[in-house]
C-alpha cells in the first residue's frame, strides 16, 4: 500500500504549527491527527474531539473522512464567543463613542 503526504495544522494565539508527514494510504483524518503527534506540542487541546477541515472547509465526518495526498488537515479551537454575539459588541461599543 501506498503512502500518501499530508499536512496537519493547528494554532493557537501564541503558537502555529504545521507538520508534513506520510501516512497510510486509507488514514482517515482523525486518525492522520493521531498520527502527527501535535498534540504533544499543544497538550491543552483537546486533539481527540476537535473539529477538523480540509483547506479550511469543515468536515463533516472526520472520523470516516479519508486523507488524499497532499491535503492539510486542520484542527479547529472552539470559538470563545458566537461571532454575532461579537458583531453586536462591536456596533454597541461603535455607538457609545458616537
Do not use: W
Not at 494554532?11 to 503527534?37: D, N, W, Y
Amino acid at each position: 500500500m501506498a503512502d500518501v503526504q499530508i499536512e496537519v495544522a493547528y494554532a493557537t494565539p501564541e503558537k502555529q504549527r504545521i507538520l508534513s508527514l506520510h501516512v497510510p494510504e486509507g488514514t482517515t483524518c482523525r486518525a492522520a491527527v493521531a498520527l502527527s503527534k501535535i498534540a504533544d506540542e499543544f497538550p491543552d487541546a483537546d486533539m481527540a474531539s476537535a473539529p477538523l477541515g480540509i483547506f479550511g472547509k469543515k468536515i463533516a465526518t472526520p472520523e470516516t473522512t479519508v486523507v488524499e495526498d497532499g491535503q492539510r488537515i486542520e484542527i479547529y479551537r472552539p470559538l470563545l464567543i458566537d461571532p454575532k454575539q461579537a458583531r453586536l459588541n462591536r456596533a454597541a461599543r461603535a455607538t457609545a463613542k458616537d
